[in-house]
């Protein structure tokens, strides 16, 4: 099915070739052609060409790419090669030898020994792809394709080729069929022509300018969603119920690696500067996988000197995957949050926050230390400010529900409240947070931990659960402080180090 949608796609760009030029790369799905090759093999080529990105979009998810690097998903192109040419599985099949083969010989890797190679590749309904330009000289060939990711624009990919001899080892495989005139095309470079974020600073001074950016950001405006934003005063949203939260949530886009090239990814993505302005009156109330007044901040956002208050309230209760916070439901690891605060309460079921439910790695790029642990990504949350008044079961802290990301110097002030309506035995709550994988250094906790239910587990004055980072030069206040709970719950690795100083006064 994924061939037979590519090769129509390739007929109608074929069809383009017969005297379409264009001066520059303008969206528009024409085709330049530039080439030095005879004319009885050009169109032989550029089959080959097309049949090898569809191999890599569909294979490898279209992430860029650089002659020689090692990179753990490029097998993908040579298993759905294989999958293409329905190599059996089993101990008596060559499918495995083949994908070593395919891959190390395009890709100029090398495996070790012991490698296994896994199925790998997406469904043709969720990528659609389109040759727009076609440049093939002697012994090189560039191919630019449009792309869209559930019928969502992502970036345009520019494909290099480099001619090279077939190898001996691929003369009686599979891979022969994919060479032309004893000569195969080795990918060199796959990069993403991406767009720069707008320049221009749009300033917002109104409930309706501020509503105006909002419906812009969720309706997918690029310029939005990654533009620049200055609040110029004071914004009171009581009784507006037109008010959304900023940004939209796609669960597919956090486990799919083609989400990393959207044109216009989920949330908000550019920057935001309150210029120490305050927004009140903010009323939530919905049920949401994410929900605050960023509903999601991705790996781009950079948000500062922004003060908020109100009432969040998810009533979302079907499962653990959901986060609320009255800042942002949501932050990526990547993101930038500075000067900010939230002032409130916060109702939620799990991963809740007075001022974030979650922070986490938004989109599929997590990065791994040398002992496989994920680590976090290069944003920060600096200088922010919870005083909440925060009801859940599970997964909740004054400050936040689960931090995988970067914090310094932050309060949590108000309550933690275990909700008895949630029913079930409440876990993994603490003062200033539920869950930690991240490093806390600087914070302050002032933040009373209420519980009625007997049984509750990874309880802790300051964190329920810490992972395997430390809690680095902390406080906490003294008559916040439970003298039945330990500081930290439950850690997970021993090794994990709680520094927390009790306290009367910051």
Known sequence: MKKKIFLIAVCLGLLMLGGCTRAEHDGNASTQISSTVPNEGREEIKEILYEQIRLYEYGCYGLEYQSGEENDYLYGFAAMYCQDQNIAYGPDSDRQSLIRLGTEEYFNITYPEDEYFSDSGIDDTILSIQPIETATETDRATVVVQRQFYGRELFDNRYTFVKAELPQSFKGTIFEQLSHDNAIWKIEKVELLREPAPAETIEIGSAEGLIQFVNDVNSGKPEAVNGS????????????????????????????????????????????????????????????RALGFFRVLNDDAVIKNLHLQGSVTNGYMQDMNCRTGGFAGLISTNARVENCSFTGTVDGYAYVGGFTGAVKWVKNTYNVDDEGFMVSGDGLIKNCTSHADVSAAYYAG???????????????????????????IPSTIGGFCGQSSSEIRNCHCNVKVTHYIEGANRMGNFVGELMRKNIVNCTIQADVVNPDWLMVGHKDYLSATADIEIVNEK
Request: glycine share 16%; with cysteine; charged share 15%.
């Open 229 to 288: 934003f200055v609040l110029t005063a004071d914004i009171d949203l009581s009784g507006n119920s037109a008010f959304q939260p900023i940004g939209l949530y796609n669960e597919e886009e956090t486990y799919n690696s083609l989400a990393l090239a959207l044109k216009s990814p989920m949330g908000f993505n550019g920057s935001f500067d309150g210029m120490g302005h305050t927004i009140s009156g903010l009323e939530l109330n919905e049920k949401a």
């Open 398 to 424: 004054g400050f936040a529900g689960g931090l995988m990301g970067n914090l310094d110097d932050c309060t949590a002030n108000g309550e933690v409240l275990i909700a008895e309506k949630y029913g079930g």
